[in-house]
């Protein structure tokens, strides 16, 4: 199935996850990092998300899910182990609107989380479209032995060059020209380092 790779800004928006296990708390970990307002609905929920819930980072509903669960939310992550409860947040999220992830069922939601690999501001995401999560992961964990930490730095060196080009009001297609061959170079520089050492 193809998919649309999108990164969606998630400050101030509400993420709700139905479930509080292991998936969730992965999937809670996520939308934290991203930003994201939190609320987690669960009959009961892994001690990593009762304590992000005491030192106040999110809030959580302890009971069974009710549509009403739903209200408010930009993103729903149906992430219980029970699939007919995710198949019926889904259906519920659709009704009203909502993006919808389900963890059981990638194919059911709107949308899956990728694998993500971070360097600073670099995002590199892996994504299988839900068929197989695991490979995404070892996908990204292979790319991790290549792109180090230095790309971070070298992309936010090329933000800052970028800020002035546009400051100067520069056309668009020389910044881009500029940028890309200052990238390659700063690449080339950064390889050739690392080659010299043994």
Request: glycine letters at 10%.
């Amino acid at each position: 199935m193809s998919t649309l790779a999108l990164n969606i800004q998630m400050h101030g928006k509400l993420a709700v996850i139905i479930g509080g296990g292991t998936v969730a708390l992965r999937k809670l970990r996520a939308l934290l990092a991203a930003g994201a307002s939190v609320r987690v609905v669960a009959m009961a929920v892994n001690p990593e998300i009762a304590a992000q819930r005491d030192s106040g980072v999110l809030a959580v509903t302890l009971g069974t899910y009710a549509v009403a669960d739903l209200d408010g939310a930009f993103l729903v992550i149906a992430a219980t182990d029970n699939s007919e409860v995710n198949l019926q947040v889904c259906a519920d999220a659709r009704e009203r609107g909502i993006l919808v992830a389900v963890a059981d069922n990638p194919a059911t939601g709107d949308c899956t989380f990728p694998a993500v690999l971070q360097r600073g501001d670099l995002e590199i995401a892996v994504s299988t479209g839900g068929r197989c999560p695991t490979f995404a992961v070892e996908v990204r964990d292979c790319i991790a032995e290549h792109i180090g930490n230095e790309y971070g730095t070298i992309l936010h060196h090329l933000a800052g060059e970028r800020e002035k080009l546009l400051t100067n009001g520069s056309p668009g297609t020389y910044n881009t020209q500029v940028l890309r061959s200052r990238a390659r170079r700063l690449l080339a520089e950064f390889t050739e380092r690392k080659e010299s050492f043994p």
